[in-house]
């Protein structure tokens, strides 16, 4: 029993004569008689009930209706599954990023996606830092990632999607609340919260960067897995902290001040980076949608409209 059997016994079974079923069909009546006694050999049953004047379902006949329908809708759920597949309208992508830095982007992002895309499960992992999130893509854990990183690694491709700088997060009524600018050198005898060094994180390692050649080594009072907690820290007087100005956009601590720091007047560049040979349609209907909602030159993370012009779907 085939896809061309199930046609040809719903039409009979609908119209209840073989001439409207052949027409129907597209076909004459006589292949149309021979499709259907080769089905009732095939099932061992007689499905129609046959008279010069009617037609007729017999309970076989009138059994297998329901089962040859639900087959034809998953024949038709299944070749609409694999078109949407193709067309990047389902599938799985999965992405990493750091914390509030960027999670208004992912925000902008993920709405966007689910509202236009339901069938594409968009997964996030937090807490991904640097190099570790570079090789959880590299070895396919991860799809996406968003990370602060210049240096080109084989097997990925980038692109920029927010430019940033290097602050401090202080304490309201600390000495640099105040200030517009605060150079690393007069920092050396402060207290830090920071991520802690198995986070791997490029934002760490620029601070200790820029400790190392102010001369000084960084005294860390306490370490916290992710910027929100840090800002907590900071907020409570315990440390100081080395970061990015777009982790403001993402926390909005009351007792938390940004200070411009006076070294890496240089800007640093936020990341978006994927797999080279990854051919996923599903993960490029994904990229299409960040190059619109994140262009290299946004840096406030706020909601664009996003118009269907803008994507090749």
Request: aromatic fraction near 8%; charged fraction near 25%.
């Amino acid at each position: 029993m085939d896809l061309h059997h199930i046609h040809a016994f719903l039409a009979v079974a609908e119209e209840l004569h073989f001439g409207r079923a052949a027409t129907r069909l597209h076909i004459t009546q006589p292949p149309l008689t021979r499709t259907i006694k080769q089905l009732e050999r095939e099932l061992d049953a007689t499905l129609f009930k046959r008279s010069t004047r009617s037609v007729e379902l017999t309970a076989a006949g009138q059994a297998l209706v329901q089962p040859a329908q639900d087959i034809l809708t998953a024949y038709r759920l299944a070749e609409q599954a694999v078109q949407s597949a193709g067309k990047g309208e389902v599938g799985r992508v999965r992405l990493g990023f750091a914390g509030p830095s960027s999670h208004l982007w992912i925000a902008d992002l993920s709405q966007y996606i689910r509202q236009h895309y339901p069938g594409i499960s968009f997964e996030l992992q937090s807490t991904t830092y640097a190099d570790h999130g570079l090789q959880l893509i590299l070895d396919g854990t991860l799809d996406l990632g968003i990370a602060r990183w210049s240096v080109d690694l084989a097997g990925l491709e980038s692109r920029v999607i927010a430019e940033e700088h290097y602050v401090l997060a202080v304490p309201e009524g600390h000495p640099f609340a105040e200030r517009e600018s605060v150079s690393i050198a007069e920092c050396r005898h402060e207290h830090f919260v920071a991520l802690p060094a198995e986070s791997r994180s490029a934002v760490r390692d620029s601070f200790f960067q820029l400790a190392y050649e102010a001369e000084f080594a960084p005294k860390i009072a306490q370490t916290a897995q992710d910027s929100w907690t840090l800002m907590a820290l900071v907020g409570a007087g315990i440390g100081i902290n080395f970061t990015v100005d777009s982790i403001f956009h993402g926390t909005d601590h009351p007792r938390v001040r940004m200070v411009r720091l006076e070294e890496g007047v240089e800007p640093s560049y936020a990341r978006l980076f994927w797999r080279s040979d990854d051919d996923s349609p599903a993960l490029h209907t994904v990229l299409k949608v960040a190059e619109a909602l994140l262009p290299a030159t946004r840096s406030d993370a706020a909601t664009t409209e996003l118009d269907e012009s803008d994507l090749t779907r």
